[in-house]
């Protein structure tokens, strides 16, 4: 089973900052590997795909890069609406596993 | 738009059975994959289980499998998940999700519903 873990669990920001969360998995899994954004008391939703394909209706300041075993999600400017928790995902596997990372809580400083 | 509303989550006993739903609309279900997800109370999320566009490709997480099947039926544009023999662990909020791409299955979720709660409890 591939397992994915993110750092760091939680972070504090401020507005305009910029932020990176990590998400590592235990073997390759190529570019594999999705970013979700949920808000408290919502659905997820899909922010990148592919590792760096930013789903359409997504703000440029998020990004994705990586591929292998490490990859990571940047906000090159957070705003206000972005405080939210990220989930990293791989889908690497046949059959499927789409295993998630454990998510970082994004928190205003 | 498309709109994905789920139901048939509520309390039930360990060892009990429920059926969700989720009803699709604003796009045309047939041709696309179908997700469920979970996500226990204050924790991470979990993929549940996936049919294909056509119902002939189906898989499940380990935890569930025995237990819950998916399926899927293209003339009410409606996804299902029947789950038996629950357990406390299958606590959750279930999401059903769409795949993003037609014709095939990515793990892409683009959307998800609104979730049903399913509380298992003695």
């Known amino acids: 089973d591939i397992q994915m873990t993110q750092s760091p669990s939680s972070l504090s920001a401020s507005v305009g900052d910029r932020v990176t969360i990590t998400c590592r998995s235990s073997?390759?899994?190529?570019?594999?590997l999705n970013w979700y954004q949920q808000k408290p008391g919502r659905a997820p939703k899909l922010l990148i795909y592919?590792?760096?394909t930013l789903q359409s209706g997504v703000p440029s300041r998020f990004t994705g890069s990586g591929s292998g075993t490490d990859f990571t999600l940047t906000i090159s400017s957070l705003q206000p609406e972005d405080f939210a928790t990220y989930y990293c995902q791989q889908t690497h596997n046949t059959p499927p596993e789409y295993t998630f990372g454990q998510g970082t809580k994004l928190e205003i400083k | 738009q498309v709109q994905l509303v789920e139901s048939g989550g509520g309390v039930v006993q360990p060892g009990g059975s429920l059926r969700l739903s989720c009803a699709a609309s604003g796009f045309t279900f047939s041709i696309y994959g179908m997700h469920w997800v979970r996500q226990a109370p204050d924790k991470g999320l979990e993929w549940v289980a996936v049919i294909s566009y056509d119902g002939s490709n189906i898989y499940y997480t380990d935890s569930v499998k025995g237990r819950f099947t998916i399926s899927r039926d293209k003339s009410k544009n409606t996804l299902f998940l029947q789950m038996n023999s629950l357990r406390v662990e299958d606590t959750a909020m279930y999401y059903c999700?769409?795949?993003?791409?037609?014709?095939?299955?990515?793990?892409?979720?683009?959307?998800w519903g609104q979730g049903t709660l399913v509380t298992v409890s003695s």
């Open positions: 592919a590792a760096s």
């Open positions: 073997q390759s899994i190529s570019r594999s």
């Open positions: 999700a769409k795949d993003k791409v037609r014709a095939t299955v990515t793990g892409w979720f683009d959307p």
